[in-house]
């Protein structure tokens, strides 16, 4: 039985605060709830005293008097946050306040079907748990990101495109025999987003985040709450066209911003160049690393390459060119961009922005700010995190 | 002293349930409230008896005891409802319950500039309310969209691109010399989406209005809410590119789909196929009616003129081309067209559905429907209206 069983929904809902709010004062938290001081202190107390809650390190001194820092207690258990991209899996064991207690990054290749990705994550998730000293029992539950459509009642994945092999599998029926925690699943840009808001303690309402990798998505975030659309699809910028004329992309459709601006492209275009002579330093790199990667063509930009730097503007812009209609359309106040390309450095970020500014209105953007996810590459482990523990309050507060 | 100065916030939240749920039982309403059914027999009754609600024609039998009609009561006075589009001025005065009392539509020029216009519209206001035997005093609240953005709180026009001379001024000031009532200002399109989703009664919850009249913009609902953006300029679709070789907007920008799809478009096209000889059917209207608008081109193409018919389908598809971008990012259920494009009849509509359906995924598109308004020309007016009288409710609780 969790150690949780037994909340009223006050409880529920000043546990669903604190972790939103991390690091609130007793009294931010009674003004957020509209719950009375004495109220909110009595609720506290009995939450600190079952083990549920914990308070530590005093907040820096503001003159007066320093207010304690209550977050929910490591006692509950771990969270297991997953982010599976198309060509990496990353995992973490997270506190309940989602500090990261452990982590392991590796590639992989989703096409290999779910068999063979989910038998390592669960030789992944054995081995990171035991390095905590925590066993599968003390999960609390289990967050994990797909790089494709997903049905989020029945977590799993809708026809997804880049691994047709995961279309109905269930991946929860999967890790459940090895654990009794619950399993949520969502589409990884949306959990990225749901880092960010988490991150971001719900002080921004309307932004977006964008994943470059080998596809590009886009997680939405509207009055506050990711949205996911009418049929979940929403965000699926990546065959957005930017080109009328360009080259066919694998949804069949031709100049789609995915085809001409992911990894892939960049890829592509670093390789003909190092074999066609016109880039010497891509040559060299392509010799001594065997293949050519996002980050190793940033690094032939920095050092003054012109091939390099002309493919990395170039995805860029078409970034930049799909992000004008989404911006003219959705006017967000923050678009933060992750996902692998952003390896290739701060040109990237450059080439966006300046395509933005030329492209959308001036209303639209005049406080709009494009930056790189600030939680990096964490942002989908967190992501995922977030999940799986909103998603195991929200549960509570519906069965009370 | 308005008759609902003395209501308690259950009293507000059931006129507010009443409103946008227009027939429901008192079953409904208490199911939807979480109200006992005692107690909203009770609130029910004591709002009959002040005169807030009002009891009307039976509903059609099912079988059971015919439950009565609540609505708001028409002793509460009347809203005004007003569209004003770059080249259209429409305004209708509303019972409570939103049936249209009067109505006038007529051409205007917003260029002319607030005074010219609004003194215009201060007669008509004066001649409808007299036409329904109700005098200023009797008027609950005004609701008024007009063709740029808005900042919602002053009620101020904000840089419009289309009325320059509308920049801050106070419409709210203005119309208060003859009106105490509360003055409320939005953009068109926000305006026919709430009216929309009025008519829906919170049916849909994620889903597009597109306008396409003079200039091309959208309104958003997202999560059952209208969205405006972080600026107020969500929906500003009119400058997404189309054709980066396209002409030149009134924005600077090449390749707008306002610039290439919109009424002026429609009509310079047609104009040029009237003189040039390619269309004697064009050119015949042209010579009929001094000028050709978009009614007249879409009556040459069910005629059966070619050029007429062309004209109209490159429009849809440059509509559709924009709309499929926008359809991919945001995943709506439904798309509304209206505007004063709509009346060159349905090809347009069948090509903006062809254009956007053979460009967007099939995961988007899978359950989408795009139609032609269902309120139509109304849409503006019982937006304006929903939008009075939303507001006064809210405000009443507010004030509570």
Chains 1, 2 share one sequence.
Not at 269 to 283: F, M
Not at 290 to 318: F, K, Y
């Amino acid at each position: 039985m969790a150690p949780w069983d037994d909340l009223s929904l006050d409880e529920t809902a000043l546990l669903q605060a604190i972790f939103w709010s991390e690091g609130s004062s007793r009294f931010a938290l009674s003004d957020r709830l509209e719950f009375s001081k004495s109220k909110t202190n009595n609720l506290i107390a009995g939450l600190l005293d079952v083990g549920l809650l914990e308070e530590s390190g005093l907040r820096g001194s503001t003159g007066g008097r320093r207010p304690e820092t209550i977050k929910l207690s490591a006692d509950l258990g771990v969270l297991v946050g997953v982010d599976l991209g198309a060509t990496s899996l990353d995992v973490a064991v997270l506190r309940p306040d989602l500090t990261v207690l452990a982590r392991h990054t590796e590639t992989t290749d989703v096409r290999t079907g779910p068999g063979v990705v989910l038998a390592r994550l669960r030789v992944l998730m054995r081995q990171l748990l035991a390095q905590c000293g925590m066993t599968a029992k003390q999960v609390i539950a289990i967050g994990m990101g797909v790089p494709g459509p997903v049905d989020f009642e029945s977590a799993q994945l809708v026809n997804p495109p880049l691994m047709p092999e995961w279309d109905s599998f269930s991946i929860r029926d999967y890790l459940r025999e090895e654990y009794s925690a619950p399993v949520f699943v969502d589409n990884d840009v949306n959990l990225m987003a749901l880092g960010e808001l988490w991150r971001l303690q719900g002080g921004l309402q309307n932004f977006l985040v964008i994943k470059v990798g080998t596809g590009i998505g886009c997680g939405i975030v509207c009055h506050g709450e990711v949205y996911r659309g009418a049929n979940g699809s929403a965000g699926d910028v990546g065959h957005i066209c930017v080109d009328v004329d360009g080259p066919r992309c694998h949804c069949g459709k031709l100049g789609c911003v995915e085809v001409m601006a992911a990894a892939p492209a960049i890829v592509r275009s670093a390789t003909e160049a190092a074999t066609s002579g016109e880039s010497p330093l891509l040559a060299a790199s392509l010799e001594a690393n065997g293949v050519i990667t996002p980050e190793l063509v940033g690094q032939a930009s920095r050092n003054g390459d012109a091939a390099a730097n002309r493919i990395i503007q170039e995805s860029g812009n078409r970034i930049g060119q799909m992000l004008a209609s989404v911006v003219n359309f959705f006017n967000p106040s923050h678009v933060f961009i992750g996902g692998g390309l952003t390896r290739t450095g701060p040109q990237l970020l450059a080439s966006v922005r300046q395509s933005v500014y030329q492209r959308s209105l001036a209303l639209s953007t005049r406080h709009l700010e494009i930056q790189y996810t600030p939680l990096a590459e964490r942002a989908g482990v967190v992501g995922a995190g977030v999940l799986a523990m909103q998603e195991t309050l929200k549960h509570r507060k519906a069965s009370a």
